[in-house]
């Protein structure tokens, strides 16, 4: 909130404030004990010799079509200025640049000659001197800035002063748990614990007519979703533009005035942090305010944009049944306050926040109201605020305040009382506070309390409902305090059991074998779309789904890391990058009813896309299918599995290419799945081809031997043979490495793929594979007797099954 240093010092007149680098040290200070500081200075950038001027004469200049001469008096002297202001007229007090003054943007300004005419400055508008579109006033956005009817500048009155953009601004950021800050009197109390000063509390006495305002309108809420509510009325009010004072106000904290009636909302939800709406009464044709989850229907904001509403999401302020509001974010057309608006309901309310935020999310309507009720509103100033609305409109809109306030609902509980001592603070701290110490920072904090010997009982305030429990008061203790005087001694402990733990172990081992293969490793989020969720699963199943999502792209949990990961690689080829080798180890998550938490499995995934990078060994190479399962068959074979590892082929992913996947197995149970993925895929994220691997890591874990560190080296030579085999082309290699396997007998050590072929000559439909198998007996020196016996029986069992030849 841009925090403004002149509204501060109207309550705390000696606040330490009166330059840039005292509001700096003041932001400094604020950083430790409250809240970051985004940045402090001047809301508008400081022009220099800009005066106010009267405009007491204004003549034609012959032949002109849009320029006129205007005689501007500043007190001592007269100006002639030539403008082309449509909105310049006698009797205005107007903002005038003199010969040398500087405008926003270095603009220099000297005396000129305009269609023969001698213009001694320049008339400037309020976008001139570096107000922004946001908060310039619209009547004067077409032409210069005229000060209103009722101001207090003078002619010869410094125009930065009299726009009262030469106060400084503090710009602090906004928490989730610190809503208080969000208006000048949350600050007050915030800026007075921090210095230990005392502030006068906002105030203004309220004059209430004979009329009531029950027989005017009415009001029915449910208390569920807004408590308390209130509503005040006034008769006979005259709409028209905002005094000075309140402009400034507004436009020094990024709000762009409006006219008086709305522009009274808008101060006081600066002031008391309390959002208002206004209704034109008599736009209202039931008069009976009533306060309801939606229907199916639809509501056109004062921003023009119409919202299609669905059932029981929502609230909405209705009149009878006519939708006149989205509570808390944004009022409706149908009873906008408008120039000839005479009677005036103002309302004040505490809206659900969790209902506020969701409409703010799904409608992208992120005012400044709905950040106050998301954040949380102190609900017993709540009355006092509309009080002090209803009395500002009476001083600077006329009318009169209609008797009584109209009580929708008004449930206000008791406050939060938290038990504390000085040794729990003490204890915590590792401090040795008195307990006049713990008082004085109660006080200043102006928290009420009870104290029974050390003993206090705080009643946490309603301005800060993020005060719930007992570590909350020792922070509130700490940071006032000061953290600096906190022991800095560490607590001792003593570690029994140290190291890594096997699973650990082995997550770090995978981790670092695939950043071996020339992969990269990725963190990816686990919130994600529900569509994007349910891709590249195992098994489908029910989605984890947040009851508060962020945004609807992250509203629920992935099943798989592909899902994810697959986004990660889009955003690099969006980037131009050509080489794209990633991996992620994570969770994944599934649904097991409300009753329970949901179950985590973890998962590894890879993934590789486009060309590969050129290198002094080889040429750029377009990855491919067996590219990916070497990698995939790489990891595995470098870890200490109890099973083998096996292949199928499948063609029921959606998501995969149906002749380029396999499925794979660790012995009989299934481990996950290689392959391509399917060009719709591809298409629609804008990548080349890809090729992925996705795994089961618990079931690692659970195959993984982990027996002994090392084997023994062989002390015997080993013995190889080449097998070269003419198969039919649609039988799978590892339909033939598993009958080699089966029936080589104990001493096969290794087998590997050394050669595949085909060709028109081998014949149709036909191919070639060569393998080269290892026997090693680690107990004596094989013979070749031996080792032919074993090949013998390969060639026939392979001939008998797959019709195999040698060749």
């Given at each position: ?7 501060i ?34 809301q ?5 010799g ?13 032949n ?10 500043t ?5 002639q ?6 909105n ?55 032409g ?5 009817a ?6 010869g ?14 710009d ?10 969000l ?24 004059h ?10 009415s009001?029915s ?9 209130y ?18 106000r507004l ?60 059932a029981g ?34 309302e ?19 005012s ?9 509103i ?13 009395a ?21 509980l ?7 001592s ?14 006049k ?93 529900p569509?994007?969720?349910?891709t ?16 609807q ?38 649904d ?17 896309s ?7 060994q ?12 070497g ?15 096996t292949?199928k ?19 009989q149970e299934?481990l996950?799945f ?67 396997k ?66």
């Amino acid at each position: 909130m841009k925090v403004s240093v002149n509204w501060i010092k109207e309550y705390i007149p000696d606040f330490p404030v009166t330059n840039e680098k005292e509001a700096q040290d003041f932001s400094d200070t604020l950083a430790l004990t409250s809240t970051e500081v985004e940045e402090n200075g001047y809301q508008i950038s400081q022009s220099s010799g800009l005066i106010v001027g009267k405009i007491t004469e204004i003549r034609a200049i012959e032949n002109s079509t849009h320029l006129k001469i205007t005689i501007v008096n500043t007190g001592k002297k007269d100006y002639q200025i030539v403008t082309g202001a449509p909105n310049a007229a006698l009797n205005q007090l107007v903002v005038l640049a003199l010969p040398g003054a500087v405008l926003a943007g270095s603009k220099k300004i000297e005396a000129t000659t305009l269609d023969g005419q001698i213009s001694q400055g320049m008339l400037v508008s309020l976008q001139e001197i570096a107000f922004d579109d946001s908060i310039a006033p619209k009547k004067h956005e077409a032409g210069i800035y005229v000060f209103p009817a009722d101001n207090d500048v003078q002619p010869g009155d410094d125009a930065v002063k009299a726009l009262g953009i030469d106060d400084l601004m503090i710009d602090t950021e906004l928490t989730a748990n610190r809503g208080d800050m969000l208006s000048i009197r949350g600050n007050l109390y915030e800026f007075a614990a921090i210095l230990n000063k005392k502030f006068v509390y906002p105030e203004k006495k309220l004059h209430e007519g004979k009329r009531p305002a029950a027989a005017q309108i009415s009001a029915s809420v449910d208390s569920k979703l807004a408590n308390p509510y209130y509503l005040r009325v006034i008769n006979d009010v005259t709409v028209k533009e905002s005094p000075l004072w309140l402009q400034r106000r507004l436009w020094n904290s990024g709000i762009r005035p409006i006219n008086n009636l709305v522009d009274v909302t808008n101060y006081i939800m600066l002031l008391f942090g309390q959002p208002m709406h206004a209704f034109d009464l008599d736009q209202l044709q039931h008069k009976q305010i009533k306060l309801a989850l939606s229907k199916d229907e639809s509501l056109t904001t004062l921003d023009g944009n119409k919202h299609d509403l669905k059932a029981g999401e929502d609230i909405v302020v209705y009149d009878g049944d006519q939708p006149q509001m989205l509570a808390g974010v944004m009022g409706g057309v149908q009873s906008e306050v408008t120039q000839s608006t005479k009677n005036l309901v103002l309302e004040a309310a505490v809206f659900d926040p969790v209902y506020i935020r969701k409409t703010a999310q799904r409608f992208n309507l992120h005012s400044q109201a709905s950040q106050r009720f998301e954040r949380g509103i102190d609900v017993a100033n709540c009355q006092k605020a509309l009080d002090y609305a209803a009395a500002l409109v009476q001083q600077i809109a006329g009318g009169e305040v209609a008797a009584g306030v109209v009580t929708g609902c008004e449930e206000i509980l008791p406050e939060t009382k938290i038990l504390i001592s000085v040794s729990d603070i003490n204890d915590y701290l590792g401090s040795q506070v008195s307990l006049k110490e713990v008082r004085e920072i109660w006080d200043r904090l102006a928290f009420k309390y009870d104290l029974v010997g050390e003993q206090f009982t705080i009643y946490a305030p309603k301005r800060r409902p993020d005060i719930t429990i007992k570590a909350d008061l020792i922070e509130e203790f700490v940071r006032i305090y000061g953290y600096d005087k906190v022991p800095t001694h560490l607590p001792q402990a003593v570690n029994d059991r140290s190291g890594l733990t096997i699973s650990q172990k082995l997550d770090r081992a995978i981790r670092q074998l695939l950043l071996g293969l020339g992969l990269n490793q990725a963190i990816s989020y686990s919130l994600t779309d529900p569509d994007q969720a349910k891709t590249f699963t195992f098994q489908p199943e029910n989605e984890v789904k947040l009851s508060n999502p962020m945004s609807q792209d992250r509203s629920v949990l992935r099943q798989s890391l592909l899902s994810t990961l697959i986004q990660t690689a889009a955003y690099n080829a969006a980037r131009k990058a050509a080489d794209i080798r990633l991996f992620e180890t994570g969770a994944v998550f599934f649904d097991r009813g409300q009753a329970k938490m949901p179950k985590e499995n973890h998962q590894i995934a890879a993934l590789i896309s486009g060309i590969e990078s050129e290198g002094w060994q080889h040429h750029e190479n377009k990855y491919d299918f067996y590219y990916m399962k070497g990698l995939l068959q790489s990891l595995l074979d470098s870890l200490d599995l109890k099973t083998t590892v096996t292949y199928k082929t499948a063609d029921d992913r959606p998501e995969m290419h149906p002749g380029q996947t396999a499925d794979v197995y660790l012995g009989q149970e299934y481990l996950g799945f290689v392959g391509q993925i399917n060009p719709k895929v591809l298409r629609a994220n804008k990548l080349a081809a890809t090729f992925v691997f996705q795994i089961d890591l618990d079931l690692i874990h659970k195959l993984y031997k982990n027996t002994s560190d090392y084997s023994l080296l062989d002390k015997f030579p080993g013995i190889e043979r080449d097998l070269s085999l003419l198969v039919d082309d649609k039988v799978e290699s590892a339909r033939i490495e598993n009958l080699i396997k089966i029936n080589a007998g104990p001493y096969l050590r290794r087998l590997q793929v050394v050669d595949v072929y085909e060709g028109l000559e081998l014949g149709l439909n036909k191919k070639s594979i060569a393998y080269r198998l290892e026997f090693v007996n680690p107990q004596a020196t094989l013979v070749d007797d031996e080792v032919n016996q074993s090949v013998q029986k390969i060639i026939d069992q392979l001939a008998r099954q797959l019709q195999a030849r040698v060749r």
